[in-house]
T-cell receptor
């Protein structure tokens, strides 16, 4: 099974621009989560999508948005980029079955990340 | 407030030596705890996952322990290798009543293994 893929792997933008990052989950996985990782803050949760609906959201400003398509692929958009948005953006997928028999493990599999640099 | 604290922040050991990384958490309601290994510039890779009823789990040279009463976990690395140099992240999951999980991440322990 192919792993989680993210595109592009590297991106350089300037302040004020917007950017769209893409994530393709493992086949059969319906949940996609996005994280921002910076050296000082570690991994910070942005949002989670499940079956095309945003299910959970972290404490990020409205400039950060996302969506999920019917094939579970997800995109994340950041508008009006700021210098502080420079980070590694990670996407993770999981099966996250919604049934009552759902395993408590719900392991997340991470992609390689997109390194965003804002100049 | 849900928190996960890891110690030490960084660690340097010689190849072949053992080491233990610590994780203390205040996440509630607890669902499971995971240790991830993250190589520089790569995404995290799962090492172990433990639920409330499990107090130890091994994955090769990695052994994780969990004490749900004291809300502490440790990751023990045996006979370290240069390839163990990475950031080790402790992640604690709380189950949400509306479905899904809320994950709280530690900031990681940066391990460097030297010759």
């Amino acid at each position: 099974k192919a792993g989680v893929t993210q595109t592009p792997r590297y991106l350089i933008k300037t302040r004020g621009q917007q950017v769209t990052l893409s994530c393709s989950p493992i086949s059969g996985h319906r949940s996609v989560s996005w994280y921002q990782q910076t050296p000082g803050q570690g991994l910070q949760f942005l949002f989670e999508y499940f079956s095309e609906t945003q299910r959970n959201k972290g404490n990020f400003p409205g400039r950060f948005s996302g969506r999920q398509f019917s094939n579970s692929r997800s995109e994340m958009n950041v508008s009006t980029l700021e210098l502080g948005d420079s980070a590694l953006y990670l996407c993770a997928s999981s099966q996250n079955r919604a049934s009552a028999q759902q395993t408590p493990l719900d392991e997340q599999f991470f992609g390689p990340g997109t390194r965003l640099t804002v100049l | 407030k849900n928190q996960v604290e890891q110690s030490p922040q960084s660690l340097i050991i010689l190849e072949g030596k053992n080491c233990t990384l610590q994780c203390n958490y205040t996440v509630s309601p607890f669902s499971n705890l995971r240790w991830y290994k993250q190589d520089t510039g790569r995404g995290p890779v799962s090492l172990t996952i433990m639920t409330f009823s499990e107090n130890t789990k091994s994955n090769g040279r990695y052994t994780a322990t969990l004490d749900a009463d004291t809300k502490q976990s440790s990751l023990h690395i045996t006979a370290s290798q240069l390839s163990d140099s990475a950031s080790y992240i402790c992640v604690v999951s709380a189950r949400l009543t509306g479905g899904g999980n809320k994950l709280t991440f530690g900031t990681g322990t940066q391990l460097k293994v030297e010759l």
